[in-house]
């Protein structure tokens, strides 16, 4: 069993530019949430991906968009990127939820700079 | 609105020393409360949730529902505990909500 891995690691861009971030879940996890972690501050949350459906979202603009796959990897795309865009990108992945949250498991991060 | 206040940004303490990082929430309904920790070079990983009510590593946290508090304490802090502490909070709904993080020193 293989844990979540997130790629790139790095990635600088400049202003206005688009951005695709890439999660490969763990296995047996059908869900995939997306958090964006500003430099000081804690995860905050962008939205989940259940079944290649997004089903939760967070205070975040249309130009944050997401992909689920059926194997269930996911992508983060992020259009005309703006300075505080600049963060960690966490990927984390679950199996499905009952009445108690299971628990999630998250990846590295990829760490986004916009110049 | 669901939100989580960790008041200390940071917290030293020396080992041996007992250490309680603090959380408090804000939430109308019935949430989940759970710890997270990052230790250094290291993801986010589950440290405990309080429908557990379990110790790991000799850390507990029990919910206070009149305070809206769910603080993380240990008896005697190990310099392996140094590490970013987030407190989190489910509303039944699909986001997890995290407070600002403690980030926790514990010297020799």
Known sequence: ?115 | AQRVTQPEKLLSVFKGAPVELKCNYSYSGSPELFWYVQYSRQRLQLLLRHISRESIKGFTADLNKGETSFHLKKPFAQEEDSAMYYCALWGGSEKLVFGKGTKLTVNP
């Not at chain 1, 600088?12 to 000081?40: D, E, F, M, P």
């Not at chain 1, 990108?89 to 939820?97: E, N, P, T, V």
Request: glycine share 10%; net charge neutral; aromatic share 12%.
């Open chain 1, 1 to 115: 069993e293989t844990g979540v891995t997130q790629s790139p690691t790095h990635l600088i861009k400049t202003r206005g530019q688009q951005v695709t971030l890439r999660c490969s879940s763990q296995s047996g996890h059908n869900t995939v949430s997306w958090y964006q972690q500003a430099l000081g501050q804690g995860p905050q949350f962008i939205f989940q991906y259940y079944r290649e459906e997004e089903n939760g979202r967070g205070n975040f603009p249309p130009r944050f968009s997401g992909l689920q796959f059926p194997n269930y990897s996911s992508e983060l795309n992020v259009n005309a990127l703006e300075l505080d865009d600049s963060a960690l990108y966490l990927c984390a992945s679950r199996g499905a939820s009952g009445r108690s949250l299971v628990e999630q498991f998250f990846g590295p991060g990829t760490r986004l700079t916009v110049l």
